[in-house]
């Protein structure tokens, strides 16, 4: 047993070395797992972290290679020949682009052939998305020659025109718009048949998940053809697969796609489709408790449209065929404040909110200064913290300035509210440069003497990164450390990463599903370098 | 004890040795992966597509040179060595964007034009970096171009040579001469505080109506009308600090209402307007940093405009109630408001400028009319008669059918309304037919699309109901260019038998193509001084070319 810790320090000596070799690796990702040692946040491999709430260990993101993120000053351009299919698809068909850590590189395509400049050395993610082609997706590692060749096979995608009709051989999408919808029929493809609804999106639909891609056309008369298609399925791969219609998130069908299928036809009861749509009932009152009559009720998704209603004398509103989902939730009234919230809606859901209050509007007004106590000038957002809720997303929707002496005035405060007021200014070319700040301020009648202030400090990038593809939706919470909200972003099934820009400190991340639960909750430090977190 | 020690090194040994294993296990995959990541060779026999081996004699051409001089001198691009070139990629013209030490672009957009072409081959926005690259050209003559913020519209000629795989043109960026512009109250307190609370004052417009404009001559009181928001008269360009949050002027104090981006060096004015009156002008010194306009809120209220007219049958000269008349600039829409039980419609308060007119009324329908409103003055139409429309249908014939068509009415009887103007009608065509209801009279329609065009004159009065027919021939473009145009100046282009064809002021400077049939036309260019030249431009088959200068 003498041999033991000769035995231990002769392998920490071959650990060391072995570590040193890996990290010289070029492009080298951070080093496995090891038993001993620290475990960076996206390690391939690494001890999963405990996702219990509150009991998670400190998140330590690994950092990023702060080169990668500044503008390169010596420019690669990787360039190359569209190949594999004949005739090729047209220029403005070809959406390519490299892209790494929040850098996004969009590539000019001219008669099959393609160039992206304003790269750097390393590994890069390219994605090539072509009409009537397989989506591309590769990592391409660039050396340090100035221009770099590689050419990209396209393959011929097996593409279905899909028709969505009803029982009665209406097209479905023209009896919906009748309610009022216009959009949000999507199909998606995916390996597994989809047998359950999707998590709530705020977008009108889900967007291109999954194995193929659903191309509806843009002519809006197009939708006036009874014999009309609802556009075609791109596959990425040969059937079999599945393929699911939804409502924005919601599962209106689903059915196998054969080898040799030459359209895609989907029959769904009227009905059972408008069943699927929600009812609210609310009744917006005062601050003393009257009926506000006349108010404007607004449930839309993230690109407008909606559901909308005025209040009647008694205050009360009924919106009827409201899209289930995430709505955003707006009142407004004569001399009261912008009420704004979010609201998540289940398929033939029948809600009554009962009363919603409308608090008498109030200014807000306050300074930003940088950390001299100069005044800047900004973009202010402001979300009421007694209207927002995990996992829906802050308030974006409405924006202020704070003039170039650092003063703002906030519109559409509710006397009485707190609020989360996030300041960010311009960075130069992108988010470099960029400095924010926060703060949780009151709004009341009477403005105090002295108006509050909000420091800006320099940003550091955190990325959130999932890493496993899939359907699952994730809303990340960042939080300072008195544990209230200070950024939040919802990561969707069609998006992958995300991030935030944060001052240098200490926060809490939490991490919660698309229906609100949450996975973990973890102390964050943030630091000088640009960082990521691997979710969940 | 002992064994409690043992266990402790048995379970250190166990983890190094698990960390080794791992570790050699992610060593030996790592060459495959990196294998499979690496770059690729050079194709077979194309050695030279790994990295720029030619460039381009980008030294304008001689005869070009002279097409240029709206755009700062640079210098020449150095030439290395050409290579032959492969067939399959044709040339890669890559290049970075330079600007000088504190200048912070934004919105840069990166053009290529084959030639003279007035549609670009290639566009590149550039957005956090600064490098560009278009691929695949052929050898030929080539105009490259930037735009941005802050910086001065830049034209190069380069020529590709044939056999060259990769060109490189960097571009030295020139700042512009950025003045900022102090709206002051007589009071001292900045133009838009003052504003607030006098909603008559402030308009629609997100950063209030007052608009900041730059000339190379004094202004007169009274620019020409023009129907658009804010007027076009101008050679610098305007950013107020109170814009969208984003963009604009961040970092500006707030005293400062924005600033003035001139893209010459030179003595200029700088004025104040709403639209097109002057409130107040200033001269400034070329590289001066700021000025300050003065404009006193009572000064603006005493500009604002007011309109009456009455909306009546046309033949019986009968009020109409029933009647929701529009009055709208050509980048704006409010809601029309009803007329009186007289048929009456009595607006204050309006922006001095042009407005197009527009009535709805049932089954009935009004002559297409602009109406000039002045500065400080009541404005009165008089009667505006509405008639039973006469329904226009045409069917167009030649050409593709898919191709989109523009289609322009121009009306040509006089306007019995004083105070008014002729509105030209701009329609789109569905399927090769168009159907429109008119005011009754003569007009002129025009036709054009993809090479293709056609006009006609008619009277309502002889139409029967049978479709116009129209058939589209092919007409060559007149290139107009205008990059040499230092002041705005009115335009006007007629043909041999007096119609016009062209008849507007050019405020920008850049070239576009206007399709014309061929011939030969007479040209005319007078500025805001008066001073007017003119001259004679042949459109031949192939096509003509008009600088304006």
């Known amino acids: ?536 | 004890m002992k064994s409690r020690a043992t266990r402790a090194w048995l379970v250190l040994n166990i983890a190094e040795a698990a960390g080794i294993v791992l570790l050699l296990q992610a060593l030996a995959a790592a060459p495959a992966a990196a294998e499979s990541d690496a770059p690729l060779p050079p194709a077979a026999g194309n050695p030279a597509t790994v990295a720029p081996r030619s460039s381009t004699t980008a030294e304008p051409p001689p005869n070009q040179a002279a097409k240029t001089t709206a755009t700062p001198p640079t210098p020449p691009t150095t030439a290395p060595p050409a290579t032959p070139a492969t067939d399959d990629l044709g040339t890669l013209l890559l290049g970075t964007l330079q600007w000088p030490p504190g200048v912070d672009p934004n919105h840069l957009q990166v053009a290529l034009y084959a030639g003279e072409a007035t549609k670009a081959l290639l566009t590149a926005s550039l957005s956090g970096d600064q490098n560009f690259a278009f691929p695949g050209l052929d050898a030929g003559d080539y105009r490259l171009t930037t735009r941005g913020d802050g910086t001065r519209p830049f034209e190069r000629w380069i020529t590709i040579p044939p056999g060259t795989d990769v060109v490189r043109v960097d571009l030295p960026l020139i700042a512009s001469w950025i003045v900022k512009v102090a709206l002051l109250a007589p009071d001292g307190k900045p133009l838009a505080e003052a504003l607030k609370g006098q909603p008559e004052l402030l308009g629609s417009i997100f950063d209030g109506p007052v608009q900041v404009i730059a000339s190379w001559q004094p202004l007169p009181a009274q620019l020409p009308f023009s129907d658009q928001r804010q007027t076009p008269f101008t050679v610098g360009q305007w950013t107020s600090a109170r814009g969208l949050p984003g963009r604009g002027n961040s970092d500006l104090p707030a005293r400062i209402a924005g600033t003035l981006e001139l893209r010459q060096d030179q003595p200029a004015v700088i004025a104040a307007v709403l639209r097109e009156c002057v409130l107040t002008q200033v001269p400034v010194e070329v590289g001066q940093q700021e000025v300050t306009l003065t404009v006193d809120p009572a000064q603006m209220r005493a500009k604002l405009a007011t309109v009456r007219l009455q909306i009546v049958d046309a033949t019986t000269r009968a009020p109409l109630a029933d009647a929701k008349v529009g009055l709208n600039d050509s980048q704006s829409w409010r809601q029309p408001t009803a007329v009186g039980q007289d048929g009456v419609l009595l607006q204050e308060r309006l922006l001095p400028g042009r407005y197009q007119l527009t009535v709805q009324v049932a089954d009935r329908v009004a002559p297409p009319l602009t109406v000039d409103l002045v500065p400080g003055r009541l404005t009165d139409l008089g009667q505006i008669p509405v008639a039973a429309p006469f329904v226009l249908r045409a069917t167009v014939t030649g050409g593709d059918d898919g191709a989109e068509l523009n289609v322009t009415l121009q009306p040509l009887d006089a306007i019995e309304v004083p105070g008014t103007g002729r509105r030209s009608l701009r329609l789109g065509v569905r399927k090769r037919e168009l159907k429109v209801e008119l005011w009754p009279g003569r007009y002129r329609l025009r036709i054009t699309g993809k090479g293709l065009g056609a006009a006609r004159e008619f009277d309502t009065h002889q139409l029967g109901l049978a479709a116009l027919a129209i058939e589209l021939q092919t007409e060559p473009e007149l290139q107009l260019d205008s990059t040499q145009l230092a002041e705005p100046a009115l335009l006007v282009l007629t043909d041999g038998r007096g119609v016009v064809w062209c008849d507007r002021w050019i405020t920008w400077q850049s070239r576009w193509n206007q399709q014309l049939p061929p011939g030969e036309y007479r040209w005319s260019l007078r500025g805001l001084d008066g001073n007017e030249r003119a001259g004679a431009v042949m459109v031949a088959a192939a096509g003509g070319k008009l600088v304006l200068q």
Request: aromatic fraction near 4%; charged fraction near 25%; hydrophobic fraction near 40%.
């Open chain 1, 1 to 536: 047993m003498r041999i033991l810790p000769g035995l231990v320090a002769l392998q920490a000596i071959v650990l060391v070395v072995l570590f040193t070799k890996w990290c010289q690796r070029p492009d080298a990702p951070p080093p496995p797992a090891t038993a001993a040692g620290l475990v960076a946040a996206d390690t391939p491999g690494a001890t999963p972290e405990a996702s219990s709430p509150h009991a998670g260990p400190t998140t330590t993101p690994d950092p990023l290679d702060r080169e990668r993120l500044a503008v390169a000053t010596s420019s690669i351009v990787l360039h190359g020949l569209l190949v594999g299919v004949d005739p090729l698809p047209g220029d403005d068909e070809v959406n390519l682009a490299c892209r790494r850590d929040g850098i996004w590189r969009p590539a000019k395509v001219s008669r099959g052939r393609f160039a992206i400049a304003g790269l750097s050395p390393g590994r890069w993610q390219l994605r090539c998305e072509s009409r009537g082609c397989r989506l591309l997706q590769l990592d391409v590692v660039l050396d340090h020659e100035p221009v770099q060749r590689r050419d990209l096979e396209l393959v011929r995608a097996v593409v279905l025109p899909v028709f969505v009709r009803t029982s009665q051989g209406q097209r479905l999408q023209t009896e919906l718009s009748k309610l009022g919808i216009w959009q949000s029929l999507q199909v998606i493809a995916t390996e597994q048949e989809l047998r359950s609804d999707l998590a709530p999106t705020e977008n009108s639909s889900v967007g291109d998940l999954g194995v193929g891609r659903h191309r509806r056309s843009t002519d809006l008369n197009q939708g006036n053809d009874p014999n009309g298609d609802d556009g075609v399925l791109e596959l990425d791969r040969d059937p079999p697969v599945f393929a699911s219609l939804l409502l924005r998130h919601v599962l209106l069908a689903s059915q196998r796609i054969e080898p040799g299928q030459s359209e895609l036809r989907f029959v769904v009861d009227l009905e059972a489709a408008t069943a699927k749509l929600a009812k609210v009932r609310l009744r917006v009152v005062d601050a003393a408790g009257q009926p506000v009559a006349k108010a404007r009720i607004g449930l839309s998704s993230a690109q407008g449209g909606g559901a909308h209603a005025l209040t009647t004398d008694d205050g009360t509103a009924t919106l009827e065929h409201v899209l289930p989902g995430l709505c955003h939730f707006e009142v407004g009234a004569k001399d009261t404040e912008n009420y704004a919230s979010h609201l998540t809606l289940a398929p033939a859901a029948e809600i009554d909110l009962g009363d919603v209050v409308l608090h008498a509007a109030s200014k807000l007004v306050g300074r930003v200064v940088d950390e001299h106590g100069q005044g800047v000038s900004c973009s202010l957002q402001w979300t009421a913290l007694d209207l927002w809720q995990p996992p829906h997303p802050l308030q974006d929707r409405r924006n202020a300035a704070a003039d170039g002496d650092g003063k703002f005035e906030l519109w559409g405060t509710g006397a009485g509210r707190r609020y989360l007021v996030r300041a960010k200014t311009q960075g130069q070319r992108g988010e470099r440069g960029t400095r924010v700040g926060f703060a949780h301020l009151g709004a009341s009648a009477t403005p105090p003497a002295e108006p509050p202030t909000i420091v800006l400090h320099e940003a550091t990038m955190l990325q959130l990164r999932v890493r496993e593809p899939g359907l699952t939706t994730f809303a990340v919470v960042v939080r300072d450390r008195d544990e209230r909200p200070v950024e939040v972003r919802v990561i969707e099934p069609r998006w992958r990463e995300s991030s935030v820009l944060l001052p240098e400190g200490e926060y809490v991340l939490d991490v919660y599903d698309g229906a609100g639960t949450r996975l973990s909750h973890r102390p964050l430090l943030v630091g000088t370098e640009p960082t990521t977190v691997n979710l969940p």
